[in-house]
């Protein structure tokens, strides 16, 4: 089946810091705009000064970095987490940020639970260690909101035969670990699973900046560009990103985008697909994008 023209917010929480302050100031947005949304939230410790070490392993990371002006959407305290300062708990800390998010009416599933451990080692991860990962998220997920999640995408858009067995076996819904176009069931190695893969469509922030502009309207005209105003757009906003600094440009990118397509969330574009035994099955495969270091997991021909 074909989806419906929609826009959809994926919002992903990377960071202590991106869901202390950040999704809040989302959610106000959000209300604001009376739109919901499919969130992800790394359940596990912060170690995003990890991250430089991309430098010395990941074509075109630090380009990226300093196109962008990375580090200055972070605060200092979070570009040394895990090295120069001890890592410290994303939501175990702040239990009540992740409720508020679901009693505010949004879709709340796992973005992992080490998100740099996964983004620079899956690929190297045996099963038996995806699934330590995926099952502490659950874990603590369960501890905090009271039901198992349905919900996952893959921190960094990595996705490896290891991961779509471990998180199928977690007894998911849907997921959202690839950039593509269009619903599929993923396969990767030896294994197809018979979970809706629904993929981010549309560059995110951070892979734009410095090559669309910086300004608020340089940026929503640079979104207005890609999106598709007669099919499925997923667009995936981080609390660290569009929760601080570039609010202003995701409020002016919803009120541009509200007045010509429904927002929706990701399981209602799920639940609109019928029977995911009918949708298409298509590779993943590692690949580059525009803007962004290293590689992305892509929806791609078997």
């Given at each position: 089946?074909?989806?419906?023209?929609?826009?959809?917010?994926?919002?992903?929480?990377?960071?202590?810091v991106?869901?202390?302050?950040?999704?809040?100031?989302?959610?106000?947005?959000?209300?604001k705009?009376?739109?919901?949304?499919?969130?992800?939230?790394?359940?596990?410790?912060?170690?995003?000064?990890?991250?430089?070490?991309?430098?010395?392993?990941?074509?075109?990371?630090?380009?990226?970095?300093?196109?962008?002006?990375?580090?200055?959407?972070?605060?200092?305290?979070?570009?040394?987490?895990?090295?120069?300062?001890?890592?410290?708990?994303?939501?175990?800390?702040?239990?009540?940020?992740?409720?508020?998010?679901?009693?505010?009416?949004?879709?709340?599933g796992?973005?992992?639970?080490d998100?740099?451990?996964?983004?620079?080692?899956?690929?190297?991860?045996?099963?038996?260690?995806?699934?330590?990962?995926?099952?502490?998220a659950?874990?603590?997920?369960?501890?905090?909101?009271?039901?198992?999640?349905?919900?996952?995408?893959?921190?960094?858009?990595?996705?490896?035969?290891?991961?779509?067995?471990?998180?199928?076996?977690?007894?998911?819904?849907?997921?959202?670990?690839?950039?593509?176009?269009?619903?599929?069931?993923?396969?990767?190695?030896?294994?197809?699973?018979?979970?809706?893969?629904?993929?981010?469509?549309?560059?995110?922030?951070?892979?734009?900046?410095?090559?669309?502009?910086?300004?608020?309207?340089?940026?929503?005209?640079?979104?207005?560009?890609?999106?598709?105003?007669?099919?499925?757009?997923?667009?995936?906003?981080?609390?660290?990103?569009?929760?601080?600094?570039?609010?202003?440009?995701?409020?002016?990118?919803?009120?541009?985008?509200?007045?010509?397509?429904?927002?929706?969330?990701?399981?209602?574009?799920?639940?609109?697909?019928?029977?995911?035994?009918?949708?298409?099955?298509?590779?993943?495969?590692?690949?580059?994008?525009p803007?962004?270091?290293?590689?992305?997991?892509?929806?791609?021909?078997?």
């Open positions: 089946m074909t989806p419906a023209p929609a826009f959809v917010l994926k919002v992903d929480v990377d960071t202590h991106g869901l202390r302050e950040g999704a809040p100031r989302l959610l106000e947005l959000f209300a705009h009376g739109v919901r949304a499919s969130w992800f939230v790394t359940m596990g410790p912060d170690h995003t000064g990890r991250s430089v070490l991309r430098v010395f392993r990941q074509k075109g990371f630090l380009a990226k970095m300093m196109r962008s002006s990375a580090p200055s959407l972070y605060p200092l305290s979070t570009m040394l987490r895990g090295t120069l300062l001890p890592s410290v708990p994303v939501v175990s800390t702040q239990p009540e940020r992740l409720t508020d998010i679901e009693r505010s009416g949004h879709e709340l796992i973005h992992g639970w998100h740099v451990h996964w983004h620079d080692d899956l690929g190297r991860m045996d099963r038996a260690e995806v699934d330590e990962e995926v099952g502490k659950s874990e603590l997920f369960e501890q905090i909101v009271g039901r198992r999640p349905d919900r996952f995408a893959a921190p960094g858009w990595q996705c490896t035969e290891n991961s779509l067995r471990s998180t199928d076996a977690l007894g998911i819904l849907l997921r959202s670990d690839t950039r593509g176009t269009s619903p599929y069931r993923p396969r990767a190695g030896g294994y197809t699973s018979p979970t809706p893969e629904i993929p981010t469509t549309l560059p995110t922030l951070d892979e734009i900046l410095g090559r669309c502009g910086t300004t608020t309207d340089d940026l929503t005209r640079a979104y207005e560009g890609w999106i598709d105003f007669g099919g499925l757009n997923v667009h995936t906003v981080h609390t660290e990103v569009e929760g601080a600094a570039y609010l202003p440009q995701l409020d002016a990118l919803l009120h541009r985008v509200r007045s010509e397509l429904p927002v929706k969330t990701l399981g209602e574009v799920a639940a609109a697909l019928g029977d995911p035994a009918e949708l298409p099955v298509e590779g993943v495969e590692s690949g580059e994008l803007g962004r270091g290293g590689t992305v997991a892509r929806q791609g021909a078997v």
